[in-house]
């Protein structure tokens, strides 16, 4: 396949209650159809659709990963939607798989020893890999003409140096076991950096911010991932969804030995039941920052936790990286709301951190800046575009497999 033909690619982006998707022609990069199914598995499931010209919205009450993917490749089908009649119509399928472990540091076109790898790895991303390995599986079923291309999460932080991937236990469960920090979030935190490094120096140190229901903090420097706030698997670090984040590990003990919890329970509480549900009842930022106006002093304290939280870690990266130069927000939260942008940077003035408070409070769509004139760090909202970057490295895998 030469470079420049023109391919198909259907792009899934899996996430814990999430599943967004994309049709893009590429390498124009010409989107036809985009969309989101988002609160999956709860009664405010909504799937959302748009076209070039229309747009559709629909109920999903309950609905899982499995059924929202299938009424979209159903809705693919629909000529205002992508046209998708027949399966040969569609070249490539690109897929978001969270944790490749040791074994995946690049884009890897999808086979059954793929398929075994990634389902081998799902006790370490349990709310992430079971529904990535179960679109691959969907996709090839309902689409059995199109190459299956698997992107990781891990691959951008394999640049980790050895000093913050190792984890200070015994040698032999990093040299036998490969216990050690992986990283995730990669495909965004190196999307969201390629759009900011153009209005940067060489060698300059940045954080990046991915805000959603899951939530990561990267330490980039000169374009590669340094630290990362996720490590062995995605639930460390920042105060998430369903995930506690950092956590003495003593507690886990505590539970279990005198308060009768078994482990799997303990699992339970802290990958589902934990983070801004255990501390709200709610999962979605949007319902906490509402509850927080209205005046509701548990949702204004989980805010108040989660920002309290993003700081360390930004201190912590600038003091790893001897320096500070810009800061990014992205994702869902990171990019919608303000406030909480608000609150993770005031108060930050020591280290170069100054906000344009009117530009946060009244932004445009697209990549904005929202530091003030006389901050040394620049502050940048950048809208994270996954999909591109996975039909990116798709179709250079495509291209790769016909050399």
């Known amino acids: 396949m030469g470079k420049a033909e023109q391919r198909r690619i259907l792009v899934l982006n899996s996430g814990s209650s999430s599943l967004k998707f994309r049709l893009i022609e590429m ?53 205002d939607f992508g046209g998708l009649g027949t399966a040969t119509m569609l070249d490539a399928i690109g897929h978001r798989v969270v944790h490749g472990g040791e074994r995946f540091n690049n884009t890897t076109v999808v086979d059954a020893t793929v398929k075994n790898q990634i389902e081998e790895l799902s006790h370490l991303a349990p709310l992430h890999n079971p529904p990535n390995l179960e679109g691959i599986l969907l996709s090839e079923s309902m689409f059995p003409g199109a190459v299956q291309v698997a992107v990781f999460d891990t691959a951008f932080h394999s640049t980790i ?23 995730f979030h990669g495909t965004s935190h190196k999307y969201v950096y390629s759009k900011v490094a153009p209005k940067l120096s060489k060698g300059s140190c940045v954080v990046s911010l991915h805000l959603g229901n899951g939530c990561s903090a990267t330490a980039i420097r000169d374009g590669k991932s340094l630290d990362h706030s996720l490590g062995f698997t995605p639930s460390n670090g920042l105060i998430m969804g369903s995930r506690s984040g950092d956590i003495d590990h003593g507690i886990i003990f505590h539970l279990v030995q005198e308060l009768g919890y078994s482990l799997e329970e303990v699992n339970r509480i802290l990958t589902y039941e934990s983070g801004m549900l255990g501390l709200t009842g709610y999962t979605d930022f949007r319902d906490i920052q509402q509850g927080a106006v209205q005046g509701d002093a548990v949702c204004a304290l989980a805010m108040d936790m989660a920002a309290y ?9 600038a003091a790893a990286m001897n320096g500070l130069d810009a800061l990014i927000f992205t994702a869902g939260i990171g990019e919608h709301s303000g406030e909480l942008r608000k609150m993770v940077c005031d108060g930050m003035e020591f280290l170069g951190i100054q906000m344009d408070h009117t530009r946060n409070e009244s932004l445009p769509e697209g990549m904005q800046h929202i530091h003030a004139k006389n901050s040394r760090v620049q502050i940048w909202v950048v809208p994270t575009d996954e999909e591109l970057e996975i039909a990116r490295q798709a179709y250079l895998a495509l291209s790769q497999t016909s050399d």
Do not use: W
């Open 27 to 79: 390498p124009g990069e010409h989107s036809l159809c985009q969309g989101m199914a988002e609160r999956l598995g709860t009664e405010k499931a909504l799937l959302k659709m748009q076209g070039l010209e229309k747009t559709r919205e629909e109920r999903l009450v309950n609905t899982t990963h499995k059924g929202a993917l299938e009424r979209i490749a159903k809705l693919l089908e629909d000529p």
């Open 161 to 183: 140096p050895l000093k913050a991937r190792k984890y200070a236990i015994p040698n032999s469960f990093f040299d036998d076991s490969g216990i050690q920090v992986y990283g």
């Open 309 to 317: 939280r993003i700081k360390k870690y930004i201190g912590a990266y």
